[in-house]
Each structure stands twice: as structure tokens, then as C-alpha cells.
């Protein structure tokens, strides 16, 4: 969860660029970011995280029972950007998010933002409303072109903040051995007896809702997985651009391309006025 990553990280990007949701959601599956390229100061507008993944499958909850996914992102945008205000955003983004709750991830950095856990039946995209900062008010914040970060998932983590492993993984053997007994527990959970060569024995649970890949019998390596990873979502970052658009700059730049307009249709004017001088000089 988010909240998972605000409590354990101050920081969520490392220095490597690693967002802080890919040390306990260990698969890796692909996101999509989907911003304006240019934007002005005071402006609203939206970055969109997109988090696909297929709407059939299931994963197994905290009891081993089949759930669906739900999805959550987080957003760093540069240093100045914020969450737009209830009253800047658009009735449309409004009724999109409908139920969602986004907020800054620190008192410290209210330029990054997070989402979730929300469905994932009804949200494959995380909207963020977004305000560009001013630099006539914010003298921190200058006319550039900034790089920002984002993080989307789907599906239950791996690890807990304790360390401790979530159901949600492929679990090894403890040991070598021969497999010599699997029993069902009352709540669905396999125990599973290895026997080493030795004679040594040793019993290891794995919790209900997981498929087991082993049987009575079968010999083992130690750290062989038991199971079938039952992991079918997994968490991705992306990065892109964004200019915080001076709009006199652009004006200028238009009045440039008008002036260039203007000096060309003069040059082929003048060229033309040549011929005619140079057509009547032969005529001597
Ligand atoms: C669950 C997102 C950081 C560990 C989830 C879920 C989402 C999510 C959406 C619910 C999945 C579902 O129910 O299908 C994120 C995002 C993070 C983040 C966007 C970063 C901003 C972390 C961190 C940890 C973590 C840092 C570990 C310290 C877990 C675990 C679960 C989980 C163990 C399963 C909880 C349970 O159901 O018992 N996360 N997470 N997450 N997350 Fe994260």
C-alpha cells in the first residue's frame, strides 16, 4: 500500500531512480504515462497513470481465497507542482474519480502524490489533477523542462514492512530431502514434511489458497519452489518531461516566425522587381 511506502521511505524515488513500491511488489509489469508536454503557470491539468492488466485473472487474498486486484500509483512531479484544489478541477475529472482519494505523500514533499488501494475493475487509470506553480510568485521555480517520475500497481505485495513474506509468493524448500507426508490443515493450509538425507526432518506450512508443485514422494533441492508463484500483478515506473511554458515565450517565438514570413515574401517581391528592371535593360 502506499501508506506502506509513506511510513518506511521519507523519500519514495532511491538515488538509483527506484521507486520505493518495487521493494515489497516484486514483479515488474508495465505502466503507461499520459501528460501534457508543455504546460503554463496556474494551470490545471491531468497526468494519467495507466495500469493494465488482465480484468479475468485473480489473485488470492490475505485468507487464500480468490480476489480480484486492485491498483494504486504514485506520482513525483517536480518540486513546485502540487494537487489541484477541489474547486480547480474539471466536473469530467471529477466524476471519473468519483471515490478516489488522492493525497500528497509528506508534509515535506506535497509535490508527490499517491493513490490507492481503488478497485482495479474500475480503475485501469489513475487521474492526478494537477496545478503548475508560478514562477513570478515562486522564485524557486524557474521556465524549464522538468523530468517527473511515476509508479503504478496492481495486486498484493510481496513482503510486509516487518520483513515478513506476504502468501503472495513462491515459497521454497526449507531443506533437501524427500517429501514424505503433505497434510491440509482445517483453514486449507498444506504442511509439508521434508526428510534430508541424514534423516533429518523438517515441517513447512504454506498458507491456504496456493497450488502446490510437489507431491508425496518427490525429491527436493533446497529453495526448489513448492508452489505456483501465484503473483499475477506486479508494479512499474516510467518517467518522462513536462516544460513549464513561459507564455510570452511563445508569443515571441510567434512574432519571430511572422517576421520570417515577412522578410521572405519581401526577398521574392525584390526578386521580382529585379527581373522586370533587368527584362527592360535588355530592351536598350
Ligand atoms: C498491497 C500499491 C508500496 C507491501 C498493495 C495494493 C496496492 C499497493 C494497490 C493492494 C493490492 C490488492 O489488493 O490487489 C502500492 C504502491 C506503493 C506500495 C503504489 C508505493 C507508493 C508498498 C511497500 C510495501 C508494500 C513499500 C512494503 C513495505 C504491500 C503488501 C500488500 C500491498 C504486503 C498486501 C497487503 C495485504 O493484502 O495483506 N499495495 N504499494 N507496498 N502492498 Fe503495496
Not at 538515488?15 to 501528460?35: D, F, S, T, V
Not at 480484468?55 to 480476489?67: D, E, H, T, V
Not at 504442511?191 to 541424514?198: A, L
Not at 526432518?201 to 525429491?219: E, P, R, Y
Request: hydrophobic content about 35%; proline content about 6%.
Amino acid at each position: 500500500y502506499p501508506v506502506f511506502a509513506q511510513q518506511n521511505y521519507s523519500n519514495p524515488r532511491a538515488a538509483n531512480g527506484k521507486l520505493a513500491c518495487a521493494n515489497c511488489h516484486l514483479n515488474q509489469k508495465a505502466i503507461e504515462i499520459e501528460a501534457p508536454q508543455g504546460v503554463l503557470p496556474n494551470s490545471v491539468f491531468e497526468v494519467e497513470i495507466k495500469v493494465p492488466y488482465d480484468l479475468s485473472r485473480k489473485q488470492i487474498a490475505a485468507n487464500g481465497k480468490p480476489a480480484g486486484l486492485n491498483v494504486g500509483g504514485i506520482l513525483i512531479l517536480p518540486k513546485g507542482f502540487k494537487l489541484a484544489s477541489k474547486n480547480q478541477i474539471s466536473e469530467e475529472v471529477k466524476a471519473k474519480n468519483k471515490g478516489v482519494f488522492i493525497s500528497p505523500y509528506s508534509t515535506e514533499f506535497d509535490n508527490i502524490l499517491v493513490v490507492g488501494p481503488i478497485a482495479g475493475k474500475k480503475h485501469q487509470e489513475l487521474i492526478f489533477p494537477v496545478v503548475a506553480p508560478d514562477p513570478a510568485k515562486d522564485p524557486d521555480v524557474k521556465y524549464l523542462t522538468y523530468p517527473f517520475y511515476a509508479g503504478g500497481n496492481r495486486g498484493r505485495g510481496q513482503v510486509y514492512p516487518t520483513g515478513e513474506k506476504s502468501n503472495i509468493n513462491a515459497f521454497g524448500a526449507t531443506q533437501a530431502g524427500q517429501i514424505t507426508n503433505i497434510t491440509t490443515g482445517e483453514k486449507g493450509e498444506s504442511q509439508i514434511t521434508i526428510v534430508n538425507s541424514e534423516g533429518n526432518s523438517t515441517s513447512q506450512t504454506l498458507s491456504a489458497g496456493l497450488q502446490l508443485l510437489v507431491k508425496q514422494g518427490d525429491i527436493v533441492k533446497q529453495d526448489q519452489p513448492l508452489n505456483i508463484d501465484p503473483n499475477v500483478g506486479g508494479f512499474g515506473q516510467e518517467e518522462s518531461e513536462i516544460v513549464l511554458q513561459d507564455s510570452a515565450r511563445i508569443l515571441g517565438y510567434l512574432a519571430f516566425c511572422f517576421c520570417l514570413l515577412l522578410t521572405q515574401i519581401f526577398l521574392v517581391i525584390k526578386k521580382k522587381q529585379y527581373e522586370k528592371v533587368q527584362a527592360a535593360e535588355l530592351n536598350f
